[in-house]
């Protein structure tokens, strides 16, 4: 478990729970959910000692479970927030800007749908203390530590507070940070998507991977449906911040109006990733639609052509069935010119609806100008 000392101008690690809480600042108890679990007693005594109240059982469970969705609820005591990150695994590796993309292997989609990672992150606010559960192998907390202890040796010119003021300001700074961590998969899952709808759109291929594309939009159906519940959750807990009892110190107010800003810039960056899945999805489908309309039009253009050659071929089918009849009287019959005058005629019929066809546009593929 790390606990961290978080004041105006300071950040320190601490090395085990203090007994009282420090006259300013607040502490950050950051841990994963095998380490909750154990040190539950620990932190449960300790909540109780600085803030007068614990976390309830429920929450607890809440906090250990890795299968919840996103969500929001509050107490007299504190808030909670469960919130599902999505972000790439270590070993999808992502293209620098200015590198040039190497072609999506046949099985690029499938890796780059593996490679999203949808664990949640708990977090108990309440207000000294910010209790955070993170999945194992989560990256979130050791970056906070090290951007937040830069950010301690590095005073700001600009006079503004590079260290968050509060627990809740904690909070909304690691969700933006994990909702802004979705956006590093924009560019591997459009440039896949791209080479899947190239597949599906291909003049001369014959696109058979429909479980890969059925897989993609299942992913996508989900990713959906975890950027609506985070958006639910930041909702209900910007509703929740807006019943919280008036400040009558100016300082406070503009911390809880900044936490409000915070909170609206957070749902923003939800929306942007739930509408990005959306036009994928959009793009999937209308490259489906694509597909079918293109086969179905190659197939009119195959049907077009046999029927022209079949109305070209019947006048002929005519005129040798009339000289095959079994009769002595029918003309050029007993003629030595006569094969080739009905040769000469079968030919000035053929080439002649070839070219009445032909006019029409009957015949051929591309669009006379």
């Excluded at 729970?17 to 300013?24: K, R, T």
């Excluded at 300790?46 to 996103?70: E, I, K, Q, Y």
């Excluded at 309309?293 to 052509?305: F, K, P, V």
């Excluded at 005129?319 to 040769?343: E, K, Q, R, W, Y």
Aim: net charge negative; proline share 5%.
């Amino acid at each position: 478990m790390r606990i961290f000392l978080i004041r105006p101008e300071s950040f320190t690690a601490l090395g085990l729970l203090p007994e009282d809480l420090p006259a300013d600042g607040f502490l950050w108890l950051g841990c994963t959910r095998a380490e909750l679990n154990a040190e539950l007693a620990a932190v449960q005594a300790g909540l109780h000692r600085w803030m007068g109240a614990a976390l309830v059982d429920l929450h607890t469970s809440d906090l250990l479970n890795a299968h919840l969705p996103s969500h929001f609820e509050d107490t007299s005591w504190y808030d909670m927030l469960v919130f599902r990150r999505l972000a790439a695994t270590p070993s999808s590796a992502q293209h620098k800007d200015g590198e040039d993309p190497k072609p999506p292997k046949r099985d690029g989609l499938h890796e780059a749908l593996e490679a999203i990672d949808t664990n949640p992150v708990g977090f108990a606010v309440f207000d000294r203390v910010l209790l955070t559960v993170h999945p194992e192998g989560c990256q979130v907390l050791e970056h906070f530590a090290q951007r937040l202890e830069q950010h301690s040796q590095e005073p700001d010119l600009r006079g503004s507070a590079r260290l968050p003021t509060s627990p809740a300001d904690l909070m909304l700074r690691m969700v933006n940070h994990m909702v802004d961590s979705y956006l590093e998969l924009r560019r591997m899952l459009t440039r896949q998507f791209t080479a899947l709808q190239a597949a599906l759109l291909a003049p001369r291929s014959r696109f058979d991977d429909w479980p890969a594309l059925l897989a993609a939009r299942d992913a996508l159906h989900r990713l959906e449906d975890t950027c609506e519940d985070q958006r639910s959750a930041i909702q209900e807990w910007i509703d929740a911040l807006d019943e919280w009892p008036l400040e009558a110190d100016a300082t406070k107010r503009r911390e809880r109006e900044l936490l409000r800003v915070r909170s609206r810039d957070v749902l923003e960056h939800i929306e942007r990733v739930l509408s990005h899945v959306r036009r994928l999805e959009q793009s999937a489908d209308g490259a489906v639609q694509m597909h079918f309309s293109a086969l179905s039009n190659r197939t009119n253009d195959i049907m077009r052509t046999l029927t022209v050659l079949t109305a070209i071929f019947l006048p002929l089918n005519l005129i040798t069935g009339i000289f095959g009849m079994n009769f002595d009287a029918l003309p050029l019959i007993h003629s030595s010119t006569g094969f080739f005058v009905a040769l000469g005629l079968m030919l000035c019929v053929g080439i002649g609806l070839g070219l009445f066809f032909w006019r029409k546009r009957y015949l051929g593929t591309q669009v006379r100008r």
